[in-house]
């Protein structure tokens, strides 16, 4: 695989095309595969308006459960998709080693920072698309504790997370039975989707937009 190395004397621009050509070079796809799938993953997201503060909110305070059922359903056909995608050898994924005191940290921070702007690193994007300043501070607010993280990784943070537990996956654990636990697994997660209630917390710019009859604060 060819590594492009971006040099210090490198303009702005020619750093956003040397990383498009990190990206192709990769393996991940042609680049317009890549942005075909980013606008369809937007659509949906901006279908479902998960990408709304309220949303995110109301799952939180367990009154709007539109997230958690797009969740589920993601993952249990994705899981059955892409593993058999992989078995075919049509795609690829790398798999992480388990490191148990960084997961607690890093997921700990995630759940604060969800909290506190309402988002995640799928939403907040498309919400920037759409002009919301605060997700944008937000979204620079992670690129610098990033940057933080890059220079003092070896110092301080390799040491705080932890040994690695190895490489794990679920199938791993029934060798022989991989494809029917994989099966299982989707199906069951998908299942959970649907029996989950759907239960919508709306704001007031949602509520002028529904009919008298639709609105549960007028029944």
Same mark, same amino acid.
């Given at each position: !695989? ?5 040099t210090?004397?490198?303009t702005f621009?020619a750093r956003? %095309?040397q990383m498009f ?6 393996g991940?796809?042609?680049l317009?595969?890549? @942005? ?6 937007g659509? $949906?997201?901006?279908?479902?308006r998960?990408d &709304?503060? *309220? &949303?995110?909110?109301?799952f939180? !305070?367990? &009154?709007?459960t $539109? %997230?958690p059922?797009m969740l589920?359903?993601a %993952?249990?056909?994705?899981? =059955?998709g892409?593993? /058999? !995608? ?9 798999i992480?080693? =388990?490191?148990?005191q960084g997961?607690i940290? +890093?997921g700990a921070?995630?759940? =604060?920072s969800m909290?506190?702007? #309402?988002?995640?690193?799928g939403?907040?994007p498309?919400s920037i ?11 620079i607010?992670?690129? /610098?504790?990033g940057l933080v993280f890059? =220079?003092?990784?070896?110092d301080?943070?390799?040491?705080l !997370?932890? *040994? ?5 996956i679920?199938? +791993?654990? @029934?060798? #022989?039975? *991989?494809?029917? %636990? ?5 199906i069951v997660v998908?299942? $959970?989707?649907i029996? $989950?209630?759907?239960v919508?917390? /709306? ?11 639709a609105r549960?604060d007028k029944?």
């Amino acid at each position: !695989m060819d590594i492009v190395v971006i040099t210090e004397g490198d303009t702005f621009g020619a750093r956003i %095309v040397q990383m498009f050509e990190n990206v192709i070079h990769q393996g991940h796809g042609s680049l317009a595969l890549v @942005f075909l799938i980013g606008v369809i993953f937007g659509g $949906i997201i901006q279908y479902t308006r998960v990408d &709304k503060f *309220e &949303k995110i909110a109301g799952f939180a !305070m367990l &009154k709007d459960t $539109i %997230v958690p059922k797009m969740l589920f359903l993601a %993952v249990g056909i994705a899981s =059955i998709g892409l593993y /058999f !995608m992989i078995e075919a050898g049509w795609a690829h994924y790398h798999i992480k080693p =388990i490191i148990l005191q960084g997961l607690i940290v +890093g997921g700990a921070l995630f759940g =604060i920072s969800m909290a506190i702007l #309402g988002k995640c690193p799928g939403t907040g994007p498309v919400s920037i698309a759409e002009g919301r300043i605060d997700v944008l501070v937000g979204a620079i607010g992670g690129l /610098f504790g990033g940057l933080v993280f890059t =220079i003092y990784y070896e110092d301080f943070f390799k040491p705080l !997370m932890g *040994e690695s537990l190895g490489k794990l996956i679920l199938p +791993g654990f @029934f060798p #022989g039975d *991989e494809h029917i %636990v994989v099966l299982i697994f989707g199906i069951v997660v998908s299942l $959970i989707s649907i029996i $989950i209630p759907k239960v919508e917390l /709306f704001d007031e710019a949602d509520l002028s937009r529904l009919p008298d009859d639709a609105r549960p604060d007028k029944k």
